[in-house]
């Protein structure tokens, strides 16, 4: 089955230890986001690549960074990771970018714990 | 600003219908979305609407007013594994979307 997949689905980390978040999906689409949610929030868009042209929301912290190597690859990279930062990570994946009507299709997270 | 409003929480009865709203205050609109997310899960996609009307898929159906700002997710014999929070989000007009905080069903037997 076409999928998003993410890994790791738990991960813990130390407070200032970096990390990287992966995210792969078997669609093919060209859209690639990348959401933080915190408990009973709405997901919050870090960033988005259609194909390869990066897109940073203008409130995504420079501790947040984001790697495409290619179509099916994603990666989150937190370089100082705050207790703040502590919350779901949310890879989503769409034909059009939103247009059309073209859904998001999530993977299903990397929990993220910052001790 | 660009802002969803939906209530917070809302409970029902397994067997019965629920209806969840979703008024929204963007710039510009170009179709709405509705998402089912389970604790601890990732959100799926369970509807959209561009034209105003009903769209019907199943046991969910979407109704959206544009002229009002206003959509709701009508669920018919409510299943407990219907418990979810429902996430409403709006494409402006600049093609960006913008997610409501979701609405925390609580389906009761």
């Known amino acids: 089955d076409a999928m998003v997949i993410q890994n790791p689905r738990y991960q813990v980390t130390q407070f200032g230890k970096p990390v990287t978040l992966s995210c792969s999906q078997t669609l093919n689409h060209n859209v690639m986001y990348w959401y933080q949610q915190k408990s009973s929030q709405a997901p919050k868009l870090l960033f988005h690549y259609y194909d390869k042209d990066f897109n940073n929301e203008a409130d995504t912290p420079d501790n947040f960074q984001s790697r495409r190597p290619n179509t099916s690859f994603c990666f989150l990279d937190i370089r100082s990771p705050g207790l703040g930062d502590a919350a779901m990570y949310l890879c989503?994946?769409?034909?059009?970018?939103?247009?059309?009507?073209?859904?998001?299709?999530f993977g299903n997270g990397t929990r993220l714990t910052v001790t | 600003g660009q802002n969803i409003d939906q209530p917070t929480e809302m409970t029902a009865t397994e067997g019965a219908i629920v209806q969840i709203n979703c008024t929204y205050q963007t710039s510009g609109f170009n179709g709405l979305f509705w998402y089912q997310q389970h604790a601890g899960e990732a959100p799926t996609f369970l509807s959209y609407n561009v034209l105003d009307g009903l769209e019907e898929k199943g046991r969910f159906s979407s109704f959206l007013s544009r002229s009002k700002g206003y959509s709701y997710l009508l669920l018919k014999e409510l299943q407990m594994k219907d418990s979810a929070s429902y996430l409403c989000a709006v494409i402006n007009s600049n093609y960006q979307l913008i997610w409501g905080a979701g609405t925390k069903l609580i389906i009761k037997p």
């Open positions: 989503a994946t769409s034909r059009e970018g939103g247009t059309g009507g073209s859904p998001l299709h």
